[in-house]
């Protein structure tokens, strides 16, 4: 049996019998076959020594449980890594981030406390996948929507709380939270917000509460295991309108994104968008390869011209409309009117889809935009696949910086020897207000000079990035530190009070050690 | 992404076409239900199924398992695993446990070994005896 690091064979022992009296035997688990099970999936250190291999894992159920697991826990100095539904495939699924670490299984703390359709909210324990709330308000018949990740069977809290994203207008996902319930590193139990106030009323309208507000201490952290947290829900809406905006020349994206960027932030477009180049998905038609293939690449009016022949397009967005019929309508129609000045611009218009929407209607979009979980998103290379993990930066929500983001990352991939292949420049997305997420998939495979090889590709892609001003908004857990350490404004001064924190809130630093890089005081490296 | 929507399209039709042969249960879907199953009426293990496998290896566009299995075989065996008549109690649990390609790894806190028996069951309930 593997040892927590530090931890001799005699404690940890006495510790499995402390965490088997606390949960219950059949929830603790030693053997290989089941610590292999909390592997993570998509580990680009598969048959490698360095793959972070558990020692062993606890599902507590309830919050009292989980006091006692961590009590023990602290006694003990065993490190845990905190995982909800486990899912968080591409940043780490299932294992920790330093090997020997017990798990710590919140997927049977499953229960949907308050669905509430008169003030739009929830309240949900850790192991609630979005399968599970939408399956219950669909049972109920509450008229709500909820905002999926695109992989359904992910945590609400476990995404929130690691600062995923969505697609509707409640997209951005630790945004949309009203109050948390936390197990702190000693046991103790806290409520944050209105949360605070025994008996509150308003636990999941009004966030602040009174005095400094935490929530995001317990977002991207190591301070805190979150046993409850509330979320706003948007009321189920008459109608979804999509229309899409397509520009015939290169230069035509700078307006087109301006555009954009206003609508989004008058409140008038809500949802998830990407900027498409339609060119990218041609690039199999001879034509446009043998351009590509030219001495010195294509020229921008050699592709303008074939967008243009071939009807193309240069750039597009869908915009997303989530509201009244009449509203809905309204605002495609001021859209419209905002980019034709643009000249050559041209509208598709697409249907109005009412709520509910009917399962037959569901093949003309990603379900996950009108609220409905799906894990479709796995669909693309689902056949020659051993999994994959996401280069994330966020840029603005500009057309000049999509335009030097693209001329940096293709130089960097060609200097690298790296393909271009249909993961690379994802998006960008508008998955959160006021920037651009793009998304660059690495692949995994069960190949260890390939892995190796991608991981050193992906550390010099962070630093390129960095170089540029782009940081990424979530990382693997093999990335945590190197992206750390790019957010360095005045010698790592944000880390160095992550580390005061740390040190003062978990001073065994029993907590997911080394997550975002930050590491209790007895592992700390001395900082180069 | 259009281009690729289309590309998953072609899949799903190759998929009902592999899977019309099995006349067995011909009326009856394997798509992921929108409210919670019910057991009344269904085979043992039909409900388990549906709320750990089904939505992506039930019928209906954007099943990765099913687009997978389809891509594997081609339809010499039927993408749906619902209609598979191959199956072992054994081969199931050791891809649950262990996962393959895209699929990860499922832990006993999510699919207990009870329910993993149960969809053993149902996977395996057209075998030839």
């Known amino acids: ?528 | 992404m259009k281009t690729v929507s289309a590309g998953l399209l072609v899949g799903i039709v190759l998929v009902f076409v592999a899977g019309a042969g099995s006349a067995q249960e011909a009326s009856r879907s394997s798509a992921w239900t929108r409210t919670t199953p019910k057991s009344e009426g269904e085979p043992k293990g039909y409900v388990q199924f549906q709320d750990y496998c089904s939505m992506c290896h039930g019928e209906g566009p954007g099943q990765p398992g099913t687009m997978a299995l389809q891509a594997k075989y081609k339809g010499a065996q039927p993408a749906l695993l619902s209609q598979r008549t191959d199956l072992t109690p054994q081969l199931i649990k050791l891809y649950v446990r262990n996962g393959t390609s895209i699929m990860p790894i499922f832990r006993k806190t999510e699919i207990s070994d009870a329910d993993l028996d149960l969809i053993a069951d149902y996977l395996t309930r057209n075998n030839k005896k």
């Open chain 1, 1 to 528: 049996m593997r040892l927590p690091p530090g931890v001799s064979s005699h404690d940890f022992s006495s510790a499995l019998t402390q965490f088997a009296n606390a949960v219950g035997k059949e929830w603790v688990f030693t053997s290989d076959d089941d610590v292999n099970t909390y592997r993570d999936s998509y580990s680009p250190f598969w048959h490698e020594p360095e793959e972070p291999i558990p020692s062993a894992a606890v599902a507590p159920d309830g919050v009292e449980q989980v006091q006692a697991v961590v009590k023990i826990a602290n006694n003990f100095k065993i490190p845990l890594w905190i995982i909800s539904t486990g899912k968080n495939l591409g940043y780490g699924g299932s294992a920790p981030l330093l090997g020997g670490s017990m798990v710590l299984d919140l997927k049977r703390m499953d229960r949907i406390i308050e669905v509430n359709e008169k003030n739009h909210y929830a309240l949900v324990e850790p192991g609630v996948s979005y399968f599970d709330l939408y399956r219950y308000i669909q049972d109920k018949g509450l008229k709500v929507l909820i905002d999926p990740a695109d992989p359904g069977w992910g945590s609400l809290i476990g995404n929130a709380v690691d600062r995923g994203g969505g697609r509707t207008p409640m997209r951005d996902h630790f945004d949309a939270h009203c109050g948390m319930e936390i197990v702190l590193p000693d046991g103790e139990v806290m409520r944050t917000g209105m949360g605070a106030l025994p008996d509150s009323k308003t636990w999941q309208q009004y966030r602040y509460g009174f005095g400094p507000y935490v929530d995001g201490l317990f977002s991207q952290s190591s301070l805190g295991v979150v046993t409850k947290m509330g979320f706003w829900l948007f009321p189920q809406p008459e109608a979804y309108l999509t229309g899409s905006v397509t520009v015939m020349k290169r230069d035509d994206l700078i307006p087109l994104v301006a555009g954009l960027a206003y609508l989004m932030n008058s409140g008038i477009v809500l949802g998830t968008t990407s900027v498409a180049n339609p060119l990218a998905f041609a690039r199999r038609d001879p034509a446009l390869a043998a351009l590509y293939a030219k001495p010195g690449g294509a020229s921008t009016e050699e592709l303008e011209q074939y967008a243009q022949e071939k009807n193309l397009g240069f750039w597009s967005v869908e915009l997303p409309f989530y509201g009244p019929a009449k509203v809905v309508a309204a605002q495609w129609e001021y859209a419209k009117e905002k980019f034709s000045t643009i000249p050559g611009v041209k509208f598709t218009e697409g249907t109005i889809n009412r709520f509910p929407i009917k399962p037959d209607e569901l093949p003309q979009f990603n379900s996950v935009a009108v609220g409905i979980p799906s894990l479709s998103v796995f669909g693309v290379g689902s056949a020659r696949s051993e999994g994959h993990i996401w280069f994330s930066p966020i840029i603005p929500m500009t057309g000049e910086a999509i335009l030097e983001a693209q001329k940096v990352f293709t130089d960097a991939y060609k200097e690298l020897g790296m393909s271009m292949g249909p993961m690379f420049f994802l998006g960008p997305s508008s998955n959160y207000p006021r920037c651009f997420l793009v998304l660059f998939g690495f692949p995994i495979e069960h190949d260890i000079e390939k892995n190796r090889k991608n991981r050193e590709n992906f550390k010099k892609i962070v630093q390129v990035a960095a170089e540029h001003g782009w940081g990424e908004y979530r990382t693997h857990t093999a990335f945590m530190e190197t992206v750390a350490q790019t957010y360095s404004f005045n010698n790592h001064a944000l880390l160095r009070f992550h580390e005061t924190v740390k040190d003062a809130v978990d001073p065994n630093g029993i907590l997911a050690p080394g997550k975002c890089g930050i590491w209790p005081k007895h592992m700390r490296k001395a900082r180069a």
